[in-house]
């Protein structure tokens, strides 16, 4: 079993939809990141949190240590947040080093 | 803001060639990193340089070697290609070898093996 999960795999939704994508993990962590990788294979970070909550602009991610969960959530969706969204995971003992979920496939459709 | 740069960008090559991957960064960081993209899987950490001098193996080091040329540069090698390393290589770089430090991609090398 991976030790980063994410669900669903792929995830197909109108524009305007709030969306919601999950991430559990199964080992002891400093830190939960959420990346973007775009259509071309780039890929950026979005959010790094150990805790509580974070917000920018349309995309809010959370996250619940005693559960080992995470949610990134997208609001009033738009063809251009088709991209794949990844999870990955800081462990306790690793630094900086990630351990990545597969990814969730996001398609906006206008 | 060329921020990390991966060349080349696409790469065919015939089993048991050999080949280097070069990465550089231009954000000052000290930590670098080697992974790989496959289909139906994560990411996966080849080998990592968490400071100018220092490289460590990842979770799928074999096959590989690489060699952290000065702060900037962060080079991948494969000494004689197989076709299990078909893949998509990025490169990654952040300021410290601390979990909260964002990491920062190249775009990617795309590498068949035939």
């Known amino acids: 079993k991976n030790e980063v999960e994410q669900s669903p795999q792929n995830l197909t939704a109108q524009e305007g939809e709030f969306i919601t994508i999950n991430c559990s993990y199964s080992?002891?962590?400093?830190?939960l990141h959420w990346l973007q990788q775009h259509p071309g294979g780039g890929i950026v970070s979005l959010f790094m949190?150990?805790?509580g909550k974070k917000k920018h602009g349309r995309l809010i991610a959370t996250i619940n240590i005693q559960e080992k969960h995470s949610s990134l959530h997208i609001t009033a969706s738009h063809p251009r947040d088709s991209a794949v969204y990844i999870c990955?995971?800081?462990?306790?003992?690793?630094?900086?080093?990630?351990?990545f979920g597969e990814g969730t496939q996001l398609t906006v459709n206008p | 803001n060329a921020g990390v740069t991966q060349t080349p960008k696409f790469q065919v090559l015939k089993t048991g060639q050999s080949m280097t991957l070069q990465c550089a960064q231009d954000?000052?960081?000290?930590?670098m990193y080697w992974y790989r993209q496959d289909p139906g899987m994560g990411l996966r950490l080849i080998y990592y340089?968490?400071?100018?001098?220092?490289?460590d193996k990842g979770e799928v080091p074999n096959g590989y070697n690489v060699s952290r040329l000065n702060k900037r540069e962060f080079s991948l090698r494969l000494e004689s290609a197989a076709p299990s390393q078909t893949s998509v290589y990025f490169c990654?770089?952040?300021?410290?070898?601390?979990?909260?430090?964002?990491?920062?991609f190249g775009d990617g090398t795309r590498l068949s093996i035939l």
């Open positions: 990654a770089s952040s300021n410290r070898d601390r979990s909260d430090q964002p990491q920062h």
């Open positions: 080992v002891g962590i400093s830190a």
């Open positions: 949190l150990s805790s």
């Open positions: 990955a995971v800081s462990k306790e003992t690793s630094g900086s080093r990630l351990t």
């Open positions: 954000m000052n960081h000290n930590s």
């Open positions: 340089s968490a400071s100018e001098g220092t490289t």
